[in-house]
């Protein structure tokens, strides 16, 4: 009897925070490993990970993921107590960590997690300095959007009517 393969997705993408870029000015993106306990990483491949509103704290010339939920495996942490919501020390280089301090300290940026995937078996996090948008910015990207989709129609149309 032959053996089915189970159906895995080609992505390597865990969770998406979809919200970022509307409510940011996203400049400079920034990959980071995490640091991660055991009950975390089951979870985390069961997909019971949520990062829309988590973002990057430095504290102390450290990096943390603060807000970002890991929902515990009831089967995986019987033993252990399971803190969801518990900040997770991002792993970057220190001439990183020292342009990300530069960068909020003096410039008035923003950490945003946009994120997070698998690089072969480590998770890891995307995040990019940004900037908060105000209200008039949102609106003009969203009528620029719909512009481009208007412009697209257009030219479709007149390019079948040749």
Known sequence: MAKKKSKQSNSNTIALNKKARHNYNLTDK???????QGWEIKSIRDGKVN????YVH?????AYLV???IMPLNMAS??????PTRPRKLLL????LDRLVGAVEREGYSLIATAMYWKQCWVKLEFYLGKGKKTHDKRADEKNREWAID???IMKNKNLEK
């Open 93 to 96: 280089n220190r001439r990183e």
């Open 78 to 83: 019987t033993h252990v107590v399971c803190d």
């Open 151 to 153: 412009k697209g129609r």
């Open 51 to 54: 990062i829309s509103d988590c």
């Open 58 to 62: 430095i504290k102390d010339r450290e």
């Open 67 to 69: 807000g970002a939920e």
């Open 30 to 36: 920034f990959e980071a490993g995490m640091s991660l």
